[in-house]
């Protein structure tokens, strides 16, 4: 086996840490910094920062492996134009970024939250992250959020329940996201532990309504990214389906934002920097933060609500039903040749298997599943037909 210089290769990682130092923002989170729950002797060796080993990690997850065939907003549309989540994390990543590069910020924390976040999605899009959900709670285990499985993959799922130990200020920002919710100004909480991180998850479970704030700057940012990088890619993609047209676009949000994607992410981004440059915050002006908040209601009623997509929505609805019974009744009756056992418990850690319920187990496999697999799951002749797009 080849042996390496360790004093070279860890003065290598010194040399970048201390140039962090010099040229982050007064606000960042250095590199030196990250916080995992345990110590590993191999990570304490080598030229690696801490957050890039977090983003590698990530990469190589099998979840992430699996964002590419997770549904963005419109499933079962036979169109290789339209947005799915692989490229969505990859935008919010670069928007992320490029914003973290002119406020000074740890590009390197931005990317790992901003390739984690969505991890947790159910297939099909919100529909099927509601439709789990009600089925969580009509069995006991609370509300399904799609941050907090995120979390619960990474940290306690991948790697046969081990999980990939990342960083608290990753996994924090991973389940402190809710790009769906409207903020204009976003200020980090910054006393966390790992302690508080399980309280939020379990807060966040109990209650979908819970309030979370990032503990870093650099969770904020992706925070707004996430916004920024669907609001008007997803008017793109509803123009592509003849859901709405261009002219539909409110007239006064036009004169704020533009009407096409690139440019309503230029007037974003531009803003966001502008106005978080040196500050302990990251926020909008009032003038964009109203005019975004007016477009995110447009895309829910004429895009997300539109009837025109939810042609599916009942059999999809039936069909999680049929798997989620399915899976706990296997589990229940120890049927160890259904693919739950085969294809999710096989080798799984024992730690795993005691800490979590059997309907937490079914939630996990389900959420974890692609489009096409859970499709795969159910009987042909009940299976939706993907139409045209």
């Given at each position: ?15 970048l ?20 729950r ?53 935008l ?27 991890i ?8 099927g ?9 009509s069995h006991?285990?609370g509300?399904?959020?799609h ?12 790697r ?40 939020e ?34 008017i ?15 007239e006064?949000v ?12 230029f007037?974003?981004?531009t ?17 964009i ?6 477009l995110?209601n ?7 609500m ?21 899976y ?13 056992f ?16 059997k ?31």
């Amino acid at each position: 086996m080849e042996k390496f210089d360790r004093s070279l290769l860890n003065g290598i990682r010194e040399i970048l840490n201390r140039h962090e130092t010099e040229v982050l923002s007064p606000g960042a989170i250095y590199s030196s910094d990250g916080l995992r729950r345990y110590t590993e002797k191999s990570l304490e060796i080598g030229y690696r920062q801490t957050f890039s080993t977090d983003v590698d990690r990530i990469l190589h997850s099998r979840a992430y492996t699996r964002y590419i065939d997770k549904t963005q907003v419109f499933y079962l549309i036979q169109n290789d134009h339209i947005t799915h989540r692989v490229l969505h994390v990859q935008l919010v990543a670069k928007i992320s970024r490029s914003i973290g590069r002119f406020l000074g910020l740890n590009e390197d924390l931005i990317e790992a939250i901003a390739l984690g976040h969505d991890i947790g999605h159910t297939p099909f899009g919100h529909d099927g992250e509601r439709i789990l959900s009600g089925l969580c709670r009509s069995h006991g285990i609370g509300y399904f959020q799609h941050n907090v499985q995120s979390v619960q993959f990474l940290d306690r799922v991948e790697r046969k329940g081990r999980g990939w130990n990342l960083c608290l200020q990753t996994l924090d920002g991973i389940l402190c996201h809710d790009g769906e919710i409207h903020n204009q100004l976003l200020k980090p909480c910054k006393e966390k532990t790992f302690e508080s991180l399980e309280n939020e998850m379990a807060k966040k479970t109990e209650d979908s309504k819970f309030p979370l704030m990032p503990m870093t700057l650099e969770g904020c940012v992706v925070r707004m990214a996430d916004t920024i990088s669907y609001i008007g890619r997803d008017i793109e993609d509803a123009i592509r389906l003849d859901l709405v047209s261009r002219s539909d676009l409110p007239e006064e949000v036009v004169a704020v934002l533009g009407n096409s994607n690139g440019t309503i992410v230029f007037n974003l981004v531009t803003d966001v920097i502008q106005n978080s440059y040196r500050n302990a915050f990251v926020t909008f002006s009032a003038r964009i933060s109203k005019a975004l908040k007016r477009l995110k209601n447009f895309n829910l009623e004429y895009i997300y609500m539109n009837p025109g997509i939810k042609h599916h929505l009942n059999t999809i609805h039936d069909l999680f039903e049929m798997l989620f019974d399915r899976y706990l009744e296997d589990i229940e009756k120890e049927n160890c040749s259904s693919v739950i056992f085969s294809g999710f418990l096989s080798d799984m850690s024992e730690d795993y298997i005691e800490r979590f319920s059997k309907e937490e187990i079914v939630r996990d496999f389900i959420a974890g599943m692609t489009d096409r697999y859970f499709l795969r799951q159910c009987p042909e002749y009940l299976r939706p037909r993907p139409g045209a797009g």
